[in-house]
């Protein structure tokens, strides 16, 4: 890791790192895109309370691997801001995972370059199971969108599970005209680069998410990206910027508090913590459905013994209560357990680089 990071100075705590304007992809207005073409596969609370600690220190509750793993510490990096959606799942699954392994988690954010700069920097991570790298949908896409990326996603990483898995729902600022999500297609048509789309930077799932919506209505519009939604989501509450997409556990809280409005749920059925937002398909854009699904990764020489520690640990963190009530508040679910596992995870990476590459290939994206 570089050592440019800001420690917070409590005992285990949020550790923020901030990397180089010119490691970011942070111009303000990115890509603009024109796109013939969409398809699809198949997540505002108030930016989530900025945890200081990801676990607390907990009472050694055995998981030991062979080897005495783990016996200090263990970062977990998440590639976006504090207080978005990558941050709030990883915070939920580290407290219990750390109870199980009976050593502390230390949850890092390493912003930048729509999630590629953590990956990069877990990659070349030294092997030890101490840098884990939690990472969702854009560890498929980077590979097509960014031609010099530092790593190999199926080549470079092992992966210790899938986590959970997330809907995605397009909201506005309140002021903004549209209220519907028909009328939001008639505005960005009428009013094209005019409008302001906030994502995450090339490669985050907000990315994608917009990518398509540009493509389902053929038009482009200006895309402001920041180092995670958390940030992009007070900048849309505060009128900065018009609308994003982005995970509903990021938006559920502000959608419910009537911070947004939420124009469309991108699952193929409403979601029970959003039961009054209509899906893309009922409101007119049936092409939008994206799925967010998170996974854990470590570099790939790490002992198997220490994968087998962390996938157990993920395993039980996923069949603990009070994780699955709080995902459910945040209008999600965790994975089935056939599904937390290294095989079932990167069957899904590999199928999803699959199916993204001609998707991103045909709009013509690329990360500069
Ligand atoms: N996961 C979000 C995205 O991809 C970013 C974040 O977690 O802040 O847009």
């Given at each position: 890791?570089?050592?440019?990071?800001?420690?917070?100075?409590?005992?285990?705590a949020?550790?923020?790192?901030?990397?180089?304007?010119?490691?970011?992809?942070?111009?303000?207005?990115?890509?603009?895109?024109?796109?013939?073409?969409?398809?699809?596969?198949?997540?505002?609370?108030a930016?989530?309370?900025?945890?200081?600690?990801a676990?607390?220190?907990?009472?050694?509750?055995?998981?030991?691997?062979?080897?005495?793993?783990?016996?200090?510490?263990?970062?977990?990096?998440?590639?976006f801001?504090?207080?978005?959606?990558?941050?709030?799942?990883?915070?939920?699954?580290?407290?219990?995972?750390?109870?199980?392994?009976?050593?502390?988690?230390?949850?890092?954010?390493?912003e930048?370059?729509?999630?590629?700069?953590?990956?990069?920097?877990?990659?070349?991570?030294?092997?030890?199971?101490?840098?884990?790298?939690?990472?969702?949908?854009?560890?498929?896409?980077?590979?097509?969108?960014y031609?010099?990326?530092?790593?190999?996603?199926?080549?470079?990483?092992?992966?210790?599970?899938?986590?959970?898995?997330?809907?995605?729902?397009?909201?506005?600022?309140?002021?903004?005209e549209?209220?519907?999500?028909?009328?939001?297609?008639?505005?960005?048509?009428?009013?094209?680069?005019?409008?302001?789309?906030?994502?995450?930077?090339i490669?985050?799932?907000?990315?994608?998410?917009?990518?398509?919506?540009?493509?389902?209505?053929?038009?482009?519009?200006?895309?402001?990206?920041?180092?995670?939604?958390?940030?992009?989501?007070?900048?849309?509450?505060?009128?900065?910027?018009?609308?994003?997409?982005?995970?509903?556990t990021?938006?559920?809280?502000?959608?419910?508090?009537?911070?947004?409005?939420?124009?469309?749920?991108?699952?193929?059925?409403?979601?029970?913590?959003l039961?009054?937002?209509?899906?893309?398909?009922?409101?007119?854009?049936?092409?939008?459905?994206?799925?967010?699904?998170?996974g854990?990764?470590?570099?790939?020489?790490?002992?198997?013994?220490?994968?087998?520690?962390?996938?157990?640990?993920?395993?039980?963190?996923?069949?603990?209560?009070?994780?699955?009530?709080?995902?459910?508040?945040?209008?999600?679910?965790?994975?089935?357990?056939?599904?937390?596992?290294?095989?079932?995870?990167?069957?899904?990476?590999?199928?999803?680089?699959?199916?993204?590459?001609?998707?991103?290939?045909?709009?013509?994206?690329?990360?500069?």
């Amino acid at each position: 890791m570089r050592q440019d990071q800001s420690f917070d100075a409590t005992p285990s705590a949020t550790v923020a790192i901030r990397r180089g304007a010119g490691l970011r992809l942070s111009t303000l207005v990115a890509t603009a895109l024109l796109l013939s073409a969409c398809a699809g596969s198949g997540g505002a609370s108030a930016p989530a309370e900025s945890a200081g600690a990801a676990t607390e220190a907990p009472a050694a509750s055995g998981g030991a691997a062979a080897g005495g793993y783990p016996d200090r510490p263990i970062d977990f990096i998440v590639p976006f801001s504090a207080g978005g959606p990558t941050d709030t799942v990883t915070r939920l699954v580290a407290d219990p995972m750390s109870k199980t392994l009976g050593q502390q988690i230390v949850v890092k954010n390493v912003e930048g370059a729509g999630g590629t700069l953590a990956a990069g920097e877990v990659a070349a991570a030294t092997p030890d199971g101490y840098t884990v790298l939690m990472h969702h949908i854009g560890m498929s896409t980077a590979p097509t969108l960014y031609k010099d990326l530092p790593y190999k996603p199926l080549e470079d990483f092992k992966t210790i599970g899938l986590v959970t898995e997330v809907p995605m729902t397009i909201i506005g600022n309140n002021d903004f005209e549209p209220t519907t999500l028909q009328e939001l297609v008639d505005y960005v048509k009428a009013n094209k680069e005019d409008v302001t789309y906030a994502n995450a930077g090339i490669g985050a799932a907000s990315h994608l998410c917009g990518l398509l919506f540009q493509s389902a209505v053929d038009t482009k519009v200006t895309e402001v990206p920041y180092d995670g939604t958390g940030p992009a989501l007070t900048d849309l509450v505060g009128g900065q910027v018009n609308f994003m997409c982005d995970q509903t556990t990021n938006t559920t809280g502000q959608i419910t508090g009537g911070k947004v409005k939420a124009y469309a749920i991108t699952s193929p059925e409403r979601n029970p913590a959003l039961p009054d937002v209509p899906t893309t398909t009922e409101a007119g854009l049936p092409d939008l459905k994206v799925n967010v699904w998170h996974g854990l990764y470590v570099p790939k020489d790490t002992p198997d013994e220490v994968v087998q520690a962390l996938t157990d640990a993920l395993k039980a963190a996923l069949k603990e209560q009070s994780v699955i009530d709080k995902f459910a508040e945040l209008g999600t679910t965790p994975v089935s357990e056939d599904q937390a596992n290294p095989e079932a995870h990167t069957e899904r990476l590999q199928s999803e680089i699959e199916l993204w590459k001609p998707i991103i290939e045909e709009a013509g994206v690329t990360a500069p």
